[in-house]
């Protein structure tokens, strides 16, 4: 059983940058390819961002390519996504999931964390 705990999200301005964080407990953290989800009010959740268990792989959907890096440190157990050019319509609660393939925590996540809210102000 793995427990994930986002933190890092608030309120800022459109361009600014912000760095959510995931941390990790409860299991092996480097055996699972993380990724970030996020939900806009009245709207269904969507993929944000994924990584491989080693970090060699990364995928991105396309509203945050080259704007979002995530990152992982395995020592520390935990999953990063650095968004940067932020846009009002990033606001949104943002989620961090474990799965076992980059395909796998696209679709169908073993694990959630609880969401961090990030709000950006135009």
């Known amino acids: 059983q793995v427990q994930l705990v986002e933190s890092g999200g608030g309120l800022v301005q459109a361009g600014d940058s912000l760095r959510v964080t995931c941390a990790a407990s409860?299991?092996?953290?480097?055996?699972?390819?993380m990724g970030w989800f996020r939900q806009a009010p009245g709207k269904e959740r969507e993929f944000v961002a994924a990584?491989?268990?080693?970090?060699?792989?990364?995928y991105y959907a396309d509203s945050v390519k080259g704007r979002f890096t995530i990152s992982r440190d395995n020592a520390k157990k935990t999953v990063y996504l650095q968004m940067g050019s932020l846009k009002p319509e990033d606001t949104a609660l943002y989620y961090c999931?474990?799965?076992?393939?980059?395909?796998?925590?696209?679709?169908?996540?073993?694990?959630w964390g609880q969401g961090t809210q990030v709000t950006v102000s135009s």
């Open positions: 409860g299991g092996a953290f480097s055996i699972w390819t």
């Open positions: 999931a474990a799965g076992r393939t980059i395909e796998a925590v696209k679709t169908i996540p073993n694990y």
């Open positions: 990584i491989s268990w080693n970090g060699f792989t990364t």
